[in-house]
């Protein structure tokens, strides 16, 4: 089977670089691919989020086992696969996340709009360590 793969990526104004991947089969059209995958990227421009939705779970694991610190990361809507990875982390790990809801307004021009809202998500870490590192 041949799959195809389309990397789109921005820069923002604030040096923030945005990139989405999407893969594809043999039936799918290049042209198709490719606006699937712009598609992508503008809602995840469109989110507010810093993580794109099928990284989401990563962050937060990572945030989970850093040392014992407060990390915090702003993210677009949850996906579903995410919130049952947090009901995950709070079992195993008995991390549990605090959740704000920020409201982004962005004026352009001296006309200010409302974007909708993010999600700032926080924890404490764990302070997991692999304990077969050797000692330095």
Do not use: W
């Amino acid at each position: 089977a041949v799959v195809s793969t389309q990397s789109t990526g921005t820069e923002s104004t604030t040096d923030v670089i945005l990139c989405c991947d999407k893969t594809a089969d043999s039936q799918t059209l290049p042209e198709d691919l490719a606006t699937a995958t712009t598609n992508q990227l503008l809602d995840a421009v469109h989110s507010g989020g810093c993580v794109d939705e099928a990284h989401q779970y990563l962050v937060l694991l990572f945030m989970v086992l850093t040392q014992s610190h407060v990390s915090s990361v702003r993210l677009g809507p949850l996906t579903p696969f995410t919130v049952s990875f947090l009901r995950n982390i709070k079992h195993f790990f008995g991390v549990v996340f605090k959740i704000k809801v920020e409201h982004i307004d962005v004026e352009e021009a001296g006309n200010k709009r409302g974007l909708g809202s993010t999600l700032v998500l926080s924890c404490l870490g764990v302070g997991f360590e692999n304990m077969n590192r050797s000692m330095t």
